[in-house]
């Protein structure tokens, strides 16, 4: 059978390619589509030989069938312990049989495995923590995403969402136009409150670059403006760059590295061309892991750096509160019991926990850890681009009980939750389970508590 | 028989298992790829030292990780089992007496009550490793039938042993069932997943380093095992 004309092994690159993408509601077309696309077993083993090497032939072949992850992974727990729902057996059965089969598979079980790389594991990378040998089924998990991807098996959002990136250099349709001009729409919004507060576009060597999650222009702008309060606030010599500064990758979560390339390229332009001293990115964990931990490597960059120094938003703001550029009211700190949710992809998977602990220790009178915590906390339940799959909706909603009961065990009903995606999954956990909680960044936070100089207060007419 | 088990063959045996150990060794080294595991191994290679002793020290400690502390039962089997399965052989003073004779060289050797002892533990906790495999069905979906096949083959050299030792009924037949089976064990060692006994410091070694140079030891403690 075919390739289909919505579903294909071709990545979206042209605006055409990606509207008729977009005309087919909830991917119906595209997933009756796939039914009839054929596997290119040839090539699907030509890559499995390239990209395969000893790490993981080697976690493949010495896993103990032990067992000792099992209770890592939030799935299995979510789901009573459904044995299907152990890491080994979820890996083994779907990329541990891809190689044992030499590529030899249809249709019917690269569909499995698409439904197991999308639908039962969100590549939090937990149960490599929890393996005697190391054995990291999110990383497997990653890699095997990058297989069904070149053989078109991947779920109709993040098929969307990659050819995004490869047009927009971002994960939604905002051109270099619409951008500069929500940075400006906000600073003027804002100004009257804020006097003399700018979002200064390309400004070269500048302290800091900014970079955001397209969502923040798209959907919530204000955060941005929230950004450059802090910003102004605290002093700070910043700039955001005209292109480059979407820091997103959900050609990451669809296993498109080429794409993945190009836009964490496009970041590394700006970092070249503007020659600040340092880069922020907001409050999300995966646009971080993308740009500053992954990203390199996918540039091909040998030291695994980027070209500037790069810092998540959370540790701007702890080395903000430390130096006493932003101060806390002591009257307005949270006095509710509050907890905080560590993002997988910039705790466990980039070691910012302390960054985290500090800002609590400054913000809130009683902040109580989730158990587990810090590298060890669960998946919010929503990441590795679940939160956006229609396809794995019951799984992800079911998943999220797993955040439900650690939140609910803290005894606070307020979580904070500087990650877009565990920000999301919380948000839908409540518009699920109804338990009363709420949820929010620290941008708002912060600029509900800071001691504002007087000189940057607006004067009185 | 014996002379030629305990001669040629076991020098086959030694031959087999070092250089077996030697290759696999190098074969994952060279196989290691900064950019496919995305870690960047020579440029920040003491971070990546670092990481790696973390990742293998907290692992060999009984008790030293979350992972070991989270499932107590299972990690006294595997240490119980683990223990008897490298000492006894090597610490022996039945094997020791052997490899003075064949090669001239023999280590310090345990007491025999100790030994037997260790035997013991050996099987016993291969028994119950066994009875955790067939009762909980998160370990059964994920056994094979090779899983059980190479817990025999390390336990075999122990039960064979310690019949031998305590010359249950035919002492002869005993003797060389041990013999066969060590060497069976030994030599399926590097040519079977039994070959953890190399990969479990390599595979750890490769994640530590992954922690300790790209997922957040440059910048915070080193990962809490
Ligand atoms: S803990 Fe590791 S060795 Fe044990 S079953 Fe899971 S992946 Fe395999
Ligand atoms: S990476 Fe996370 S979600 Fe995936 S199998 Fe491991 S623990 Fe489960």
């Known amino acids: ?461 | 028989m014996y002379e030629f088990l305990t001669g040629p063959m076991l020098i086959l045996t030694f031959v087999i298992f070092f250089i077996g150990i030697i290759w696999r060794t190098i074969w994952y080294f060279r196989g290691l790829s900064w950019q496919l595991d995305r870690v960047a191994y020579k440029p920040h290679l003491s971070y990546g030292i670092k990481g790696a002793l973390r990742s293998v020290i907290f692992w060999l400690l009984p008790f030293g990780t979350r992972s070991w502390r989270f499932y107590p039962g299972t990690t006294l089997l595997v240490f119980a089992f683990h223990i008897g399965l490298l000492f006894t052989p090597v610490f022996l003073k039945a094997h020791n007496i052997i490899l003075n004779e064949r090669f001239g060289i023999s280590l310090p050797t345990l007491p025999e009550g100790l030994a037997d002892a260790l035997t013991l533990m050996v099987i016993i906790s291969a028994f119950f490793l066994l009875l955790r495999r067939i009762a909980y069905p998160q370990h059964r979906i994920i056994t094979t039938a090779y899983d059980y096949l190479l817990l025999l083959i390390a336990a075999a050299p122990f039960i064979t042993g310690f019949m031998a030792f305590h010359q249950v009924l035919n002492y002869q037949f005993w003797l060389i069932a041990h013999i066969i089976s060590g060497e069976v064990f030994l030599v399926a060692i590097p040519l079977t997943k039994l070959s953890h006994f190399i990969g479990f410091f390599l595979s750890r070694i490769q994640l530590g380093m992954d922690y300790g140079i790209k997922r957040g030891g440059m910048k915070g403690k080193g990962m809490a095992w």
């Open chain 1, 1 to 461: 059978m075919p390739e289909g004309k919505l579903c294909n092994r071709t990545p979206v690159n042209t605006e055409e390619q990606l509207h008729a993408l977009l005309a087919d509601k909830s991917g119906k077309q595209y997933y009756e589509e796939m039914n009839h696309l054929n596997v290119d077993t040839k090539a699907l083993w030509a890559t499995i030989q390239k990209t395969l090497k000893s790490r993981l032939k080697t976690w493949l072949e010495i896993c103990a069938h032990c067992g000792m992850c099992a209770d890592s992974c939030f799935f299995y727990l979510a789901n009573k312990k459904d044995p299907k729902q152990v890491p080994s057996y979820k890996i083994q059965s779907t990329l541990g049989e891809l190689v044992r089969r030499k590529g030899q598979v249809d249709n019917a079980f690269m569909q499995k495995v698409m439904d197991v790389a999308w639908g039962k594991c969100t590549c939090c990378n937990r149960c490599g923590m929890y393996c005697p040998f190391g054995i990291d089924m999110g990383v497997m998990f990653s890699y095997l995403r990058g297989l069904c991807h070149s053989q078109g098996f991947i779920p109709w959002e993040l098929k969307i969402g990659a050819g995004m990136h490869r047009i927009y250099r971002a994960q939604m349709d905002i051109t270099t136009e619409d951008w500069v001009d929500t940075c400006e729409w906000m600073a003027e919004e804002y100004e009257d409150d804020w006097p003399g507060l700018t979002i200064p576009v390309d400004v070269a060597g500048a302290d800091i670059m900014y970079t955001v999650n397209a969502r923040e222009p798209k959907h919530y702008p204000e955060d941005l403006a929230e950004a450059a309060i802090l910003f102004h606030v605290a002093g700070e010599n910043w700039t955001v760059p005209s292109e480059g500064w979407e820091e997103t990758s959900l050609a990451m979560f669809a296993g498109d590295w080429e794409a993945c390339k190009l836009q964490v390229e496009s970041v590394y332009d700006a970092m070249k061309r503007l020659q600040a001293k340092r880069m922020v990115v907001t409050e999300c964990g995966h646009a971080y892991r993308a740009t500053v931990i992954e990203g390199p490597y996918w540039a091909g960059l040998p030291n695994g750096q980027t070209p500037i120094p790069s810092f998540h938003y959370v540790e701007w703001v702890a080395e903000a509160l430390k130096s006493g550029k932003l101060k806390i009211d002591p009257a307005k700190k949270i006095k509710e019991p509050v907890t905080y949710q560590d993002s997988c992809n910039y705790i466990r998977n980039a070691g910012l926990k302390d960054a985290a602990r500090t800002i609590m220790s400054y913000i809130a009178e009683d902040f109580r850890e989730m158990s587990p915590c810090k590298e060890h906390n669960f998946c919010c339940g929503g990441g590795g681009g679940m939160n956006g799959l229609g396809r794995y909706r019951k799984e992800r909603n079911n998943g999220l009980k797993v955040k439900r009961d650690q939140i609910l065990a803290t005894g606070s009903n307020l979580v904070v939750a500087p990650c877009h995606n565990c920000w999301d999954a919380i948000r839908d956990l409540e518009e699920v389970y109804r338990v009363g909680i709420r949820w929010s960044f620290l941008k708002p936070l912060l600029i509900s508590m800071i001691e504002v100089p007087e000189h940057l207060k607006p004067k009185e007419e």
